[in-house]
């Protein structure tokens, strides 16, 4: 007589668990592996074909910063009766165009000696040069508001006062 045919649900319930597992862990195996044999992972290439490239680094070129010039410069060797009106015709104009003007009267002297001689320098020559200055700009018409006072040492020959205007 020949064998017959079973089904999975003719054999005994043992035998079928273990057979349905076998076939689960199968399949479980080949959806793992059959995919990534056909298919190209994805990563940042996918989307920048340039993003495997080290970076190399942009550096901006230097921009000059461009000094303002001063509107005009005393020296302390010249007597005020020299530069007292030609100071006043400026302040008065840069006024007239610009009624809140900032005024720097910026003291320099020579970068010569100790730090603690330039420092008794620039109190000396801010009392001689730049406060004289000063007070002809707020003699002209601007407010003492106006006024910006700055000193500093710098490569020059004698002490002067330089007045910028913003």
């Known amino acids: 007589m020949p064998h017959p045919v079973r089904t999975v649900r003719s054999l005994p319930r043992p035998l079928r668990i273990a057979r349905l597992a076998r076939a689960f862990s199968l399949g479980a195996v080949l959806l793992a592996v059959l995919p990534q044999a056909g298919c190209k992972l994805i990563d940042q290439r996918t989307f920048d ?32 009766e020299s530069w007292q009106p030609d100071l ?39 009392k001689a040069g730049g406060q004289p200055v000063a007070q002809t700009i707020i003699d002209a018409g601007a407010t003492s508001a106006q006024i910006d006072m700055t000193a500093t040492t710098d490569s020059v020959g004698s ?4 007045v910028t205007v913003r």
């Open 159 to 162: 002490p002067e006062v330089r």
């Open 49 to 80: 074909r340039r993003a495997d490239r080290k970076p190399v680094p942009v550096v901006p070129p230097a921009v000059a910063v461009k000094a303002i010039p001063p509107l005009a410069t005393v020296r302390f060797n010249a007597s005020p």
């Open 88 to 126: 006043t015709a400026i302040v008065r104009e840069a006024l007239a165009r610009k009624p809140s003007a900032l005024f720097t009267v910026q003291t320099v002297i020579p970068a010569t000696g100790s730090p603690q001689d330039q420092a008794a320098a620039i109190v000396a020559a801010v």
